[in-house]
């Protein structure tokens, strides 16, 4: 889980207070341009998006050149992201042994958290104008205009983000923390240099040493994932080939402007727009009125709204999020334990995974080609099955609870609140009925489920505060850009596998384990748990499902029940202590410290794992259907 800036007293003493101020005051400067640029780009897309839908399907007249201007706009929109969540302390980190070293440790981590993403920033900025100017002979058909105008947003995203990293450094850190961090860094890279020649001669052996070796290093050591790829990819690739930088930014260029992923910031978007309307409190009062009188009836309705709400939202934490607020409270009220209610949240976050429209779907859909209608139509039964799962264990820990003092909802109400409730249950089904129909594609149909959030808050609930609106969308830029770094850095590092012949490798290597199909199953299920605790879903998928997804077709399983299996897997091992920066999610988001917990989840994550055996073996639950 991503934590801010140690703000621990320094040793020494910090520069003089007004400097600090005057870097301040220029760093809030450039952020908030940045931050109105952002939240227009993404005002921009839903327009673009909607009006071509409503062209095409409602007019007949479609507009040829819409999803190429959404795709100029999307990449500029994902290095403002970037460099806004570079700002907010919000890119993906690994922060568990940072936060267990001592104070004087943490401190010279967090330096470096700043330091090397600066150092990656400051190698690949005169690469990615390099880039930007030789697209400048590649026109886009349907605008008529260079490549360039597309290709700029790399240099100009990469050039904030190092000033911002070099504004905070010297503002925030430590001058003795930070020389210690520099002079390491810079005699790192010299040492590299030196060594090149002998680098060379090992081979794929410095796939072990750089992105093994180099980016366990730097991920264990708390700084920021996407960077954490970037530099170990750079380093590869300067140290040990003769291979210009300018391939590892059109790689990331590549990786971050696949249409698909333009849908990522407006699911977010939409996932905040639901909280604000008021539909995810319905939904849950819905559900509380239905099963609150039973026994552990508040934690099946904890299960049921998760499964609910992320059909809606494709964000874990925005799950998390509207749920929690109106469930936590009453359950604590009925005796529940704080470590029990975590425990089952992080649960649920981990089975509804594979519920559409998920982020992760849409990024393996984006990676490895397997068809974005097919994964929303296999992943509803997978995660119905692991919430039944997690049912029967529910049932049998609250056997014994005391419902004297529980007042049970009369019919009337039920109705009453299932009326109310109503349009937001309707919302998954308009999503994925807009898909199948035809009506629009998976990258415009966020914009349906936008429109229809926004006239329900305005018309049905009455309840939209506009003046949410942009912060909301400098939120989902903000999030959006962290997600979008890391599939573009991790696109740049699988590209050096890929040129390596390490999928070559590893496709011999897996082929020929005894067993096939099903040793490469259970192979996959421990490898997918590892790397979700460790690397998070997205990037575990960019980085290794263009390498796994053939080798499972060639020993035919099914993309789709693959698919659904890896990403339950990750999910697992995302909210999984003691390492799932999830799990720290959830009791952020809880209020509740996580020792309490560790001990209740156990039970939640074994259930888990024989639901994920059972789809595992039974590949009728993630295809029966399509």
Known sequence: MSRTMSDEAPAVALPDTSWRRLLLGAERAVCVLVEYLAAALVLAEITVLFVGVVKRYALHSPIVWSDELAAVLFIWLAMFGAVLALQRNSHMRMTAFVSMASSGTRAV???????????????VLHPSIEYAQDEMFVTLPALDVPNTWKAAALPVGIALMALICFLKLVRSANPVHTLIVCA??????????????????????????????LVAALVFAGVPIAFSFGLATVGYLSFTTSTPLAVVVGRMDEGMSHLILLSVPLFVFLGLLIELTGMARALVGFLASLLGHVRGGLSYVLIGAMYLVSGISGSKAADMAAVTPVLFPEMVKRGAKKGDLVALLAATGAQTETIPPSLVLLTIGSVTGVSIAALFTGGLLPALVLGLALCLLVRYRYRNDDLSGVKRVSAREIAWSALIALPAIALPFVIRGAVMEGIATATEVSTIGIIYSVLVGLFVYRQFDWSRIVPMMISTAALSGAILLIIGAAT???WALTQSGFSQSLATMMAGLPGGAVTFMVVSILAFIILGSVLEGIPSIVLFGPLLFPIARQMGIHEVHYAMVVILAMGIGLFAPPFGVGYYCATAIGGVNPDEGMKPIIGYMVVLLIALAVVAAVPWISIGFL
Do not use: C, Q, R
């Open 492 to 494: 740049g590092m699988a």
């Open 184 to 213: 390491g860094l810079v005699a790192l890279v010299g040492l590299g240099h030196l060594a090149s020649p002998w680098l060379k001669t090992l081979g794929n052996y410095n796939l072990l040493i750089f992105l093994v070796g």
């Open 109 to 123: 981590l967090e330096t470096l958290a700043l330091a090397a993403p600066l150092v990656f920033l400051a190698a």
